[in-house]
């Protein structure tokens, strides 16, 4: 079964930056699509960002447009997240995952965390105000 490995995280000041990697056991473009997500502590997970590794068509949650940027590199089987201006809001442990089942011919990931059936193991994200 694939894997994926997250790595990058760490602690810096409100408004520092931050690049997450994704690094997958397999070519990337065989899993479709990679996702980021988040989760603070009493809080619900929820996807930061996505990708489709085939046909790109990046999405964002609103609170992270125009701060993170979510990007692949084919040769290195990763997935980065770049993350600037960072927010004490935006503190969390960070996962990258893979959706089991999703069809090839779709040019987007999908929206439901319930098809994300691979997570990494995760990696921690403090901002200090």
């Known amino acids: 079964q694939v894997q994926l490995v997250e790595s990058g995280g760490g602690s810096v000041q409100a408004g520092g930056s931050l690049r997450l990697s994704c690094t997958v056991s397999?070519?990337?473009?065989?899993?479709?699509?990679v996702g980021w997500f988040r989760q603070a502590p009493g809080k619900e997970r929820e996807r930061v960002a996505s990708?489709?590794?085939?046909?790109?068509?990046?999405e964002y949650v609103d609170s992270v447009k125009g701060r993170f940027t979510i990007s692949q590199d084919n040769a290195a089987n990763t997935v980065y997240l770049q993350m600037d201006s960072l927010e004490p809001e935006d503190a969390a442990v960070y996962y990258c995952?893979?959706?089991?089942?999703?069809?090839?011919?779709?040019?987007?990931?999908?929206?439901?965390?319930?098809?994300?059936?691979?997570w990494g193991q995760g990696t921690q994200v403090t901002v200090s105000s």
């Open positions: 990708i489709n590794t085939r046909y790109g068509n990046p």
């Open positions: 995952a893979a959706p089991v089942g999703w069809q090839a011919g779709v040019g987007w990931c999908p929206s439901s965390m319930n098809v994300y059936k691979v």
């Open positions: 397999e070519n990337i473009k065989d899993i479709l699509c």
